[in-house]
């Protein structure tokens, strides 16, 4: 049985790429004749025609059309064996959590940037509010939390602090505000109503959901207005409140891991989503507590 030289496989697609000697040699970075010996020598290790050559073209034979499928072949998984025992490659499987505002903004940039770094560490993600993705990391079922606190709150490490703002349309100030808000124990629940209270603003709940995007669309429908991150303006500027309302406190972003101590694939997305902060919100960005 004769072996088949991945590099006189690499030389073959070449040409068969190009269709031109001279071309396929500056790809390769060989000299032409060198090339042209590894094909001759392929062609002889498979015993068939691979290439017909002129002192015009180059052309592929119907065993040549047949080949390219297979060097391909080949050659992709002498790469994946030496890519999966390559100790320098990080791989892996992250169960991330994430609250829905990222989720609807700035997650997929985030998960870009981070495929294309490490492609192969496999993400499964949760997303849902803090509380309760808190006690999802706590129970072992997370790997990895990116979601927000209140400012002072000590745990996690803070790598932005944004403002929150209302979002909704102008109410009377004499009535009792209708506000729109998570279930209980939501960190922009309790600072709105913390927020209203403090101002001796009335205020009853119109309307609650786990969802996000449902609350913004009881804002869009006229239910309320409701107290989010102020990032979220891009994602639909219309519901920017304009109404004279006391202004909101900051919150912290965080991330948390399961262990005190981020390793491995685990600290390679902590890494990413810190450094992506740092590029979107520098002026607010924090790199530790």
Known sequence: MKDLDPQLL????????????????????????TLS???????????????IRSTKQVELTADGQVMIALARDILSAQDRALTYFDRTVVRGYIKLGISEDLALTRLPEILGLFREKYPKVDVHLRV????????????????????KRRVGDTRGITIWREPLSWFGNSFDIGAAIPIVVFPEDAITRKIAIETLNRARIPWYVAFSS????????AVRAGYGITAQSSFLEKYDPSLVSTGDLPS????????IGKTEKLEGPVKSLADTIASYARQIVPRRAISEN
């Open 128 to 147: 849902g509010l803090s509380a309760s993705l808190q006690i999802a990391l706590d129970a072992g079922d997370l790997d990895l939390l990116c979601t």
């Open 248 to 255: 909101l406190p900051e919150v912290d972003f965080i991330i």
């Open 37 to 51: 010996q590894h094909v001759n020598k392929l062609e002889q290790i498979v015993n068939r025609s691979l290439l």
């Open 210 to 217: 786990e969802n996000l995007a449902a609350l913004f669309a």
């Open 10 to 33: 690499r030389s073959f697609l070449s040409v068969a790429e190009t269709l031109h000697f001279t071309s396929a040699a500056k790809r390769l970075g060989l000299g032409q004749s």
